[in-house]
């Protein structure tokens, strides 16, 4: 089974100054580009996910904005794909699905962002499809939520979603120990 690198909305909209600033997105943009120089090395298919706003009212990922430009910690290069996405779901109108058939892929590595929001709704998308799906926690970043006058620090909301997601729709790992599988997995091959 062949495996792929699924980077998230990665754009820069999402980090300090743009228009939905998360927490943790350096260290999350820091372990993605881990990953992606990984699967680069052992020339495995990257998938690069950008969401372009269209939803009336929309605040972010406005169309034709920087803020709505891939990171430059995980720029494309040539060559790998790029699909853009409207909404959280990456699967959701989009050629995703066909493009992974096509390239006989039948695992997901995840990183990107926002944890409770796309990440999220990606993860169950794919395991709802038959993807084994390793999600990398270090590579994500989310920020802090509130409801019912209750504040919910961005710490808590990572911890949980990723509980929630690991375990029933994919295995939730650190990059360093993604890598090293990837690695011993080529190796044995």
């Known amino acids: 089974m062949k495996t792929g690198l699924l980077i998230i909305d990665i754009q820069n909209d999402y980090f300090p100054g743009g228009r ?18 990984a699967f680069r090395r052992l020339q495995l298919p990257v998938i690069h996910v950008q969401h372009v706003a269209t939803q009336p009212g ?42 992974l058939g096509q390239q006989g892929i039948g695992k997901l590595v995840v990183a990107g962002m926002m944890t409770h929001m ?4 990606s993860t169950r998308a794919a395991c709802d499809l038959g993807f084994a799906i390793e999600l990398a926690h270090d590579a994500c970043a989310t920020k802090a939520l509130s ?43």
């Open 118 to 121: 796309c990440i999220d709704t």
């Open 58 to 99: 929309a605040t972010f990922f406005l169309p034709g904005t920087e803020g709505a430009d891939i990171h430059a910690s995980v720029l494309p290069r040539e060559g790998e794909a790029v699909i853009q996405k409207h909404y959280p779901s990456a699967f959701r109108q989009t050629r995703l699905l066909e493009y």
């Open 20 to 37: 939905m600033a998360l927490e943790g997105t350096g260290r999350a943009a820091d372990n993605a580009a881990a990953l992606l120089a």
């Open 147 to 189: 409801f019912g006058g209750v504040e919910v620090p961005a710490g808590q909301v990572q911890a949980a979603y990723l509980a929630a997601l690991d375990g029933v729709f994919a295995t939730v790992r650190d990059t360093q120990a993604i890598v090293a599988a990837l690695a011993a997995e080529q190796a044995g091959s």
